[in-house]
């Protein structure tokens, strides 16, 4: 059975690792230079040396010239990285059933001696680990690449945070497991294809959006608005700093307030309008891999709750 | 031939072999009160039959008369709505494991991955059959001349269907089930298609049952008539006794009632002066007004077929009908 799951998709295999070899080859060409630099212009010495405390002023003027001429990079490959695990549930996961169903073949390969349950746990199994391989390929092809960038930048904050760690595979296990179900569900490729897009979508945007930055409270830091817009505290690349503003008179957080005499000072108006004081919230840098696990928890589990959806569609609903 | 006053001997008069208690197992597919719908619509409803071990048979009916759904529910993709199917005494969609290795099956417009190469085919068939026989799928494609290394899909119509019934008899089945297996094939192609399938089912005797809309195909190498039509089963049995049973009467114009209280009236017209009817015997007849003609199975079908469009009427299960007979035997 395994030999035949190989087969009927070994041509997606192909053409998964085709665009793994791409982007392999995107990513060596642009950062064995970029390493290259890190090291020669001493920004890697810098930094290796550096306390928090003397990240920007020390390593300003090197990481500037470092960023200029190599950030220009960071939007294609987080686009990247973002769009592959996507790709790979709407182009690998949607078809799985539904092609199957459209081209009719189901009536020839659920005719074999083999149940369809064990069918498709083999297939699921193939292709989910395929897609697991696969966003671990990715994975470590990025930490590689971006491993300049997260000494300069950390790596806690978007869109870093989506290829630094365990949620690139879950993701992509989770939009193949979603498209999977939807292909079971809709029984056209198409619409399965339309479905997952939208599916991956409406979960992970809220997850990202919402639920991470609660996975822990933040640490809030507040201190009153004479000592100035700094926090008093050394905040380190590697947090992530989750919000920022002022606190009102009535002691709400806000983000914006309201000049209304032009003579007056910034702090004056302030003082005036009854601010008292400036807050800060962050997520500290050693939270990253409990956050990283607990998102991929999720998505694994939301993948485990759309594959069963999925089983229990083939065993009773979908002939 | 025409004779009045045909007496029909009594070991004649039962058209369908009712399952026997304790045997059971000699029946290949069998079903009770089996029926499907979707949603308000009944694609099969209350359908009682048995098709015994051995027998090729046909399930002829007009499209969309449940067909397809009656062969989904005996392979297991489909699950009754109501009634229960059986396949050598074991529900399919309960019990796959034990009943797929046991059944062939040949979807219609016989599907293939069509990428693949036969000889891919081939392996996928071995890979998921335990019973797989790799020798007499290859000696089938040889003497077909369908070369290992074509893709299925670029095969004549003709040729993907023997690859789809070589890759379901490979399998060695018990049941061989095909849905409209000619259906879009060229008169050589039929030839030879039923031709492979009749040498493998001399050859180990299995159960064979093939669906189509046309008896004309099949008559020749089925022993076994299912009509079904309007989502009922019409008629089931052996051909040679459905043939002997049914006989067309043909006499002045008159009433019909004497007829009907002892035979069954599967279609009548008259004319002005004459009065003809085909019907299914059930005993003697005795009426001297009535000739009695032999009808083909072909006009057989057609006549239970036209049943449809009249108000639909109860079909009687083999159950029901066997009780009938006793009735009759208890007459005389």
């Known amino acids: ?319 | 031939m025409t004779t009045a006053l045909q007496a029909l001997p009594a070991s004649d008069r039962r058209i369908i072999e009712p399952p026997e208690k304790g045997q059971r197992m000699s029946n290949a597919l069998e079903t009770t009160k089996l029926g499907k719908s979707y949603g308000r619509t009944w694609a099969l409803q209350d359908c009682t039959l048995a098709l015994p071990a051995g027998r090729v048979a046909a399930l002829v009916g007009p499209n969309g008369a449940g067909k397809t759904t009656f062969l989904h529910l005996a392979t297991g993709l489909l699950q009754p709505t109501a009634g229960s199917v059986q396949v050598f005494g074991m529900t399919p969609h309960e019990r796959p494991k034990e009943v797929l290795p046991r059944l062939g099956f040949v979807a219609q417009d016989h599907p293939l991955y069509r990428g693949l190469s036969v000889a891919d085919l081939l392996t996928l068939g071995r890979k998921m059959n335990p019973r797989w026989d790799d020798a007499l799928a290859r000696a089938r494609m040889q003497k077909l001349g369908i070369p290992l290394g074509r893709r299925a899909g670029q095969l004549s119509g003709g040729q993907q269907a023997q690859v789809a019934l070589v890759l379901a008899l490979a399998k060695r089945p018990d049941l061989l089930l095909l849905d409209e297996p000619l259906a879009s094939l060229d008169p050589l192609a039929r030839r030879e298609f039923l031709r492979t399938l009749m040498d493998a089912a001399v050859e180990t005797g299995m159960t064979v049952l093939l669906s189509s809309h046309n008896i004309g195909d099949l008559e020749r190498v089925c022993d076994y008539l299912i009509i079904l039509s309007a989502a009922h089963v019409q008629l089931a049995g052996d051909i040679t006794e459905i043939v002997r049973a049914h006989k067309r009467l043909v006499g002045p114009r008159q009433d019909v009632s004497g007829v009907a209280s002892v035979h069954t009236i599967v279609e009548s017209s008259q004319t002005a002066r004459q009065t003809t009817l085909l019907v299914r015997t059930n005993g003697p007849l005795f009426d001297p007004s009535w000739a009695v003609e032999e009808v083909s199975l072909e006009d057989i079908v057609l006549a239970y077929l036209g049943q449809q469009t009249d108000a639909r009427r109860p079909v009687s299960s083999p159950a029901e009908r066997e009780h009938d007979v006793e009735e009759m035997e208890g007459v005389q």
């Open chain 1, 1 to 319: 059975m395994t030999w035949v799951a190989w087969r009927l998709h070994r041509a997606e295999g192909a053409v998964v690792l085709a665009v793994l070899a791409v982007l392999g080859a995107f990513l060596l060409l642009s950062g064995l230079p970029m390493a290259h630099s890190y090291q020669q212009s001493g920004l890697a010495a810098c930094l290796a040396h550096a306390t928090d405390s003397t990240v920007r002023g020390t390593c300003g003027q090197v990481g500037g010239a470092f960023q200029n001429q190599f950030g220009y990079l960071l939007p294609y490959a987080a686009f990247a990285l973002l769009a592959l695990p996507v790709l790979l549930g709407a182009l690998v996961g949607a078809p799985l059933v539904a092609r199957e169903l459209e081209q009719r073949t189901h009536l020839l390969v659920w005719m074999q001696s083999v149940t369809r349950v064990r069918w498709l746990s083999v297939t699921v199994g193939l292709v989910l680990g395929g897609g697991l391989l696969a966003g671990g390929v990715a994975l470590a092809l990025m930490r590689w690449w971006y491993s300049p960038f997260a000494q300069l930048l950390g790596t806690f904050r978007p869109p870093a945070y989506d290829f630094s760690g365990p949620v690139l595979p879950a993701s992509a296990v989770l939009a193949l497991a979603l498209g999977i179900a939807a292909g079971a569900l809709t029984r056209r490729t198409v619409l399965a294809i339309f479905l997952t897009l939208l599916l991956v979508l409406a979960i992970r945007m809220p997850v990202e959006l919402f639920l991470r930055p609660n996975f822990a409270p933040p640490v809030a830091v507040t201190w009153p608005i004479a000592r100035g817009d700094n926090p008093p505290v050394t905040v380190s690349t590697h947090v992530w700093e989750v919000d920022s503003g002022w606190i009102d008179g009535q002691g709400h957080q806000t983000h914006g307030f309201r000049c209304s005499s032009p003579s007056q000072t910034s702090l004056q108006c302030m003082q005036a309008d009854g601010y008292r004081s400036y807050y800060f919230t962050y997520q500290p840098a050693d939270r990253f891999w409990t956050f990283q696990w607990t998102e991929s928890g999720i998505y694994l589990g939301l993948s485990a709750l759309a594959v069963g959806l999925a089983f229990w569609l083939v065993r009773r609903r979908v002939t």
